[in-house]
Every structure is written in structure tokens, then in C-alpha cells.
């Protein structure tokens, strides 16, 4: 076996990957992309914007530029979290009221990868519905919060939560402009989203 390794091992995975799926028929299950792979993938089909930071200062950086890029520089935020408000003291943010805030940073639950959504509680939105916050998102999260699916993800606020189980639990799936016309996003609420994800595995 040994010998066939040596002979073969001169191919980089990539070939190996690509020869294998030339060699798969079309009637096959796709291969499955590791789950951060498919988050990004679905998250930015989505509409989403994804900044992904190795460290915190990447992730003050990151919030820089944001705030340049949409002029927010002299604008209000919203923040519900106060640990995450205290978190991101260093940037001297300023902070309004929901109803005059131009957007809200907050954080959430879990991170969907299967179609590439958020999912968020009554710890990041209180009782209000997503139409009641401004357009405009700022997600603060990690890599270990990124899950297969819903069911893992309430799974996981089960676990961690079992005390008091969080209320008004629902997914921010839309990043971009709805069409009218499609009845299957009737009620959602579309967001213009930029999610900082910080490596943490």
C-alpha cells in the first residue's frame, strides 16, 4: 500500500478533489463544504456582508470602516446588549434611543449555515420585531456559533439556557432589497447586514 501512496502522492488535493467529482454521476449527493464554508457561501447569497477578523483589533478596525463607508461617523447606534456595549466602549460610539438610531450592533445566537441566516432571541431584540429596528445591522459573532441547522441552533439555546429559555426566537435570513412580487418572503424584514465574525477556534 505503501508504494501506491508514494506513486500517487505527487497530486495535490485540489486534483484529487476535481478528479473525483468529474468522476461522480449526476444522480450522486453533492459533497459537503465544511459548515463555515457554507455559511459564507449562503450568508453572502443572502446578501450579507462578512467581515472575518483573527483578533479584536481586527474587529475594531473592521467597525472603522464601516462607519466610513456609510458615513455614520457622527450617527447614533442602538445597542440592547450592555456587555456588548461596554465591549466596544473603546470606540466612544454614540448611542440613541431605537427609534432614533441609524443602526444596531448586536450580537447573536447562532449562525446558520444551511441557508446561511441568523438566528436571534429575546437577548439580542428584547420582545420587539425586527420592522421595529433600524435597516441597518451590525452582528458581532464567532466561529463556534456557527451551526448546521435551526435545530442545532435551538438545540444550543436549550442547553445554555436552561434556566429561563430566551423568548421572541426567529432568523434574519434577508440582507438585501425583497421583491415584492415573491409571496415566500411576505413579512421579512430585510436588513442591510454586516456580520463581524471573530475566529475563536
Known amino acids: 500500500m505503501s508504494i ?3 506513486i500517487f502522492r505527487s497530486k495535490s488535493k485540489k486534483e484529487n478533489k476535481e478528479i473525483s467529482n468529474e468522476n461522480r454521476g449526476k444522480h450522486m449527493p453533492q459533497e459537503k463544504l465544511p459548515i463555515d464554508e457554507g455559511f459564507t457561501i449562503n450568508f453572502k447569497a443572502n446578501g450579507g456582508k462578512f467581515l472575518y477578523c483573527e483578533n479584536l483589533d481586527e474587529v475594531f478596525t473592521n467597525v472603522d470602516l464601516i462607519f466610513k463607508e456609510n458615513n455614520w461617523t457622527d450617527k447614533s447606534g442602538y445597542f440592547f446588549d450592555k456587555n456588548l456595549k461596554e465591549r466596544f466602549k473603546s470606540l466612544n460610539l ?5 427609534k432614533e438610531a441609524t443602526y444596531f ?3 447573536c445566537e447562532n449562525l446558520i449555515a444551511n441557508d446561511g ?3 436571534i432571541s429575546s437577548r439580542q431584540i428584547a420582545e420587539s420585531k ?4 433600524p435597516i441597518n445591522f451590525i452582528v458581532f459573532a464567532t466561529t463556534s456559533q456557527i451551526v ?3 435545530g442545532e441552533g435551538l438545540r444550543q439555546i436549550k442547553n ?3 434556566q429561563k429559555i430566551p423568548t421572541n426566537i426567529t432568523t434574519i435570513k434577508h440582507f438585501k432589497d425583497l421583491d415584492e412580487k415573491d409571496f415566500l418572503t411576505y413579512g421579512s424584514s430585510s436588513k442591510n447586514l454586516y ?3 471573530l475566529e475563536d477556534l
Open 4 to 6: 501506491f501512496k508514494n
Open 160 to 162: 445554555k439556557n436552561a
Open 117 to 119: 441566516s441568523l438566528l
Open 195 to 197: 456580520l463581524l465574525l
Open 148 to 150: 448546521t441547522n435551526i
Open 105 to 107: 450592533f448586536t450580537t
Open 130 to 133: 425586527l420592522t421595529e429596528f
Open 94 to 98: 454614540k448611542t440613541e434611543s431605537l
